[in-house]
């Protein structure tokens, strides 16, 4: 079982910057897929950002030029770093594994961004 623990969560004006982390207990150069995913209030959970065992990355089109998912495979931590935050961006960013067909969640961080 894979546990992540997520933070860097906060308040933030439009405009400005944040990075997520996501700790993993396990060595993430195993794990097949990471990701970011975020949930707005109302709203249904959303992929926002993904990184393969290979170091490929891919985005939703929304944070394209903004957003950049990297990993540190010595510390087993991946990144979400955001730039040019806007209000829309506010929402609880969850990281997330996928090993085989077991998917595992961290608790979430909450990401606030004012206009």
């Known amino acids: 079982q894979v546990q992540l623990v997520e933070s860097g969560g906060n308040l933030v004006q439009a405009g400005g910057s944040l990075r997520l982390s996501c700790a993993a207990s396990e060595r993430i150069f195993s794990i097949d897929v990471m990701g970011w995913y975020r949930q707005a209030p109302g709203k249904q959970r959303e992929l926002v950002a993904t990184?393969?065992?290979?170091?490929?990355?891919n985005y939703v089109d929304s944070v394209k030029g903004r957003f950049t998912m990297s990993r540190d495979i010595a510390k087993n931590t991946v990144y979400l770093q955001m730039n040019s935050l806007k209000p829309e961006d506010t929402a609880v960013y969850y990281c997330?594994?996928?090993?085989?067909?077991?998917?595992?969640w961290g608790k979430g961080t909450l990401v606030t961004v004012s206009s």
């Open positions: 990184i393969t065992s290979g170091s490929r990355t």
């Open positions: 997330n594994a996928a090993v085989g067909i077991m998917h595992y």
